[in-house]
């Protein structure tokens, strides 16, 4: 048998390549590397990722993260030497030249786990290889002479699945009134006998409770915003009453988050409030969108010849983990996050529900299904964990009225603005409506997979009802009107097919034509307004207006047809047939609206403008590539349409976040703003306020530097600074970008150097790993620093050492966009003054979510550094009070840091004598 120390190792990073052989380990150039790995597979880790550092993209090998998911499916590792050699119990390498060694001990390791009688992921793993040895996967010959073949048959993961079982339908909540010494006592229960006394905390509870209550009259939900500093205890803080609520009323309560990190978090500290099971179903659940799931006929379709290569071993390798998933969860679950990245194209997407082709009952797998599952479960459920999109999506078309959320809890709630924004938006543009088509059609030309159109998903109905079957031939032939394959060239050619290609390709014609940034690229998409618009583009759009609307007609028509067949109930329809004719009339009747809203939009090119609506054509391209063209329109204050379908229907609502209010004055909370995005004033309910300042001593803990001497709009002087900081910090430093065509820039040039420094850098958007595992990554390893955009501002949670330096290289303006400058306009008309005033509110809330990543516990410490000479004075209320703020040259910063570091991270602010003239103290 082959033994892993006979295997040649490679490792590459920024600061060079070494190769392992029997003759030892030698540092070897990356021609030399690359060579190597051409004539035999080597052991490696993160095989894209060592590609990436050689520039050698074709690069393969035996990927010990590949066989860590064989091995151990659903469990967690930070693919990095340090991170297994944490989860494999064997000695970290010290050095990137230890690194080939550790990786023939992991591999040794790893490969020995197959042998021990305690594998608890041997189920299953035997015909795994058997089929991975056929799709020629590089570790399955090493695999298969020590998996030990089972005495009895395995169960195959479609039949090792649990059932879910359908369950009663709920009685409504009993009406119930917390009472305030009894959240004390739950609260105090929580938190622990041992835990500091937090009065704010206490207060925070006896708030969330009252949004429990009883309501007093129909669309006037209680709410409550929110403030709460960080380190106020606020999770604890509404998980408290919504525990004993839930307990009490036997409702549910749902908790929206807008990042996944938060999201994860809540599942953790959710298992001190609610107990696992009760009655011997789980009590708190995780929903997302049907997106993020695995659907279990996908992957059947993939293991089974549909996918070909690479992707053939990815569904092996999925397959392994569906069997030992929790909850099916394949984005931000317990799915590594690095296993999509090993496979390069799209593979995990593809074995997502991501286009609605579910046929539910039809589906011979819908009674395993964990999209069914969890839908189900959350039914059951007293606490159930969802994103903001979920639950406005939700509120408004979720298929049974009587699931829908009535008790909400919006943490991030300062994000439940932009949410709105997204979802009740509509747009139309070649990538949406060729989704429509082919939902409507199915496969065209080449394309494989087992999608199917409309008339193959409902053939019986067509067979036994000729007004559904007439409907359904209607509804494909006028979809033959939306665009199809290559759409997007014979749009740029100026040869469209179809009155909705012609329509896309008048609407780019017109954005080129009012472009006024001279082929500029900004690093965003063109766009003009809907204003002005000549006879011939009206005409067009007109067309289009009609096609869409012969579509819609039919679809309507099917929908209700298939209403008359659920409630006829001819002998055919048996509860499976019947599930499946549900789940297709609520496809359909979301593409109706999907279409009419469409229309709506189209309608309106030629006449008035709609106050409530901002309407504007867009050309989205990136790095000079045009990928799409659409027609937008979005409401002008998303939070009508939220506190209609969200708020006015619900008993009770809070929005709690850091950062819910503006703090335009040192003085305080900026309440009126809070309210204004709130919705409230649609239904013109009173909010309950509430407001917190955060625990901690800023003063002590963390000091602003803004740098003035690193000139605007030169990239290699922005690099040199952020190499210095990074280097005066010893790593630990976030370093937040506004255009990734500068973070690139920034890394290209600092990466190497810093890496010879024992100082490992990673970005977003550069290193072929997913963001999830980059912060993962980041908090595993004190010395490692990471470049990044808008994600990262406020979905970081990194408490401890392993983040000390939050670096932003310029003030975060908005996007000077045309929905901006209505917003703008519409501030400026309601509250008098100047539009700044809005853009002000924006950075400030950038500023604080950013500056929030950095100090997550009373001993964290660090510095947070803007480059920008002209940081204006009024953006300074954006901190915390009492945090030190100082306009230093980048020497005086650099040497502060360093001397904090070097003083053992006391990072209270360290002023060095003879700098002081150099200083301004502005705070
Ligand atoms: S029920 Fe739908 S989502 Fe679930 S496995 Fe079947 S086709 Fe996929």
Known sequence: ???????????????????????????????????????????????????????????????????????????????????????????????????????????????????????????????????????????????????????????????????????????????????????????????????????AQKAYARDAAATFAPRRAQRQPHVLLAQAGTGTGKTLGYLAPAALWAEQSGGTVWVSTYTKALQRQLRHESRRAFPPLRDGKPTVVVRKGRENYLCLLNLEDALQGGFQGRAAILAQLVARWAAYSQDGDMIGGDLPGWLGTLFRKRGIAALTDQRGECVYAGCPHYRKCFIERAARASASAELVIANHALVMVNAARGRDVAQRPTRIVFDEGHHVFDAADSTFSAELSGAEAIELRRWVIGPEGKSRGRRRGLAARLADVASYDDQGSEAITAARDAAEALPGEGWLARVIEGNPLGPVEELLAATRALVLSRDESGGQEAGYGLETEIALLDGPYIEVAGRAQEALADLRRPLVKLGLRLEALVEDGPDWLDGPARARIEGARSAIQWRCDLVASWERLLARLGGPADADYVDWLALERSEGREWDVALHRHFLDPMKPFAETVLAPAHGVMLTSATLCDRSSPDGPDWDGAIGRSGVQYLEVAPRLFSAESPFDFARQAEVLIVTDVPKGDVGALAAAYARLIAAAGGGALGLFTAIRRLRAVYGRIADRLAREGLPLYAQHVDPIDTGTLVDIFRDDPRASLLGTDALRDGVDVPGDSLRLVVMEQVPWPKPSILHRARRLAAQAAGGGSGQALDDRIIRARLAQAFGRLIRSADDRGHFVVLSAAFPSRLLSAFPQGTPVRRVTLDVALQTIAASVSAGAAASPVVLPDERPQDESIR
């Open 1 to 199: 048998m082959e033994s892993p120390a006979d295997l040649p190792a490679l490792h590459a990073s920024h600061s060079g390549c070494w190769l392992r052989n029997p003759r030892g380990t030698r540092g070897v150039g990356k021609g030399e590397a690359i060579m190597a790995a051409a004539d035999t597979p080597l052991l490696m880790l993160n095989a894209p990722l060592v590609a990436n550092r050689l520039g050698y993209p074709d690069l393969s090998g035996l990927d010990l993260l590949e066989l860590y998911a064989f091995i151990h499916p659903a469990r967690f590792v930070v693919p990095t030497p340090k991170g297994l050699a944490a989860v494999l119990d064997l000695p970290e390498p010290a050095t990137d030249d230890a690194v080939p060694g550790f990786l023939q001990a992991a591999a040794e390791r790893l490969l020995a786990t197959t042998q021990a009688d305690d594998w608890a992921e041997r189920e299953g793993a035997w015909m795994a290889v058997e089929a991975l040895a056929r799709l020629r996967w590089p570790w399955a010959g090493l695999l298969a002479g020590r998996i030990r073949k089972p005495e009895r048959a395995e169960r195959w993961l479609f039949s090792r699945l649990p059932e879910w079982e359908e369950a009663p339908e709920r009685p409504q909540p009993a009406q119930v009134l917390l009472d305030d010494a009894q959240v004390t006592a739950r609260l105090a229960q929580l938190t622990g006998s041992g835990a500091e006394e937090r009065p």
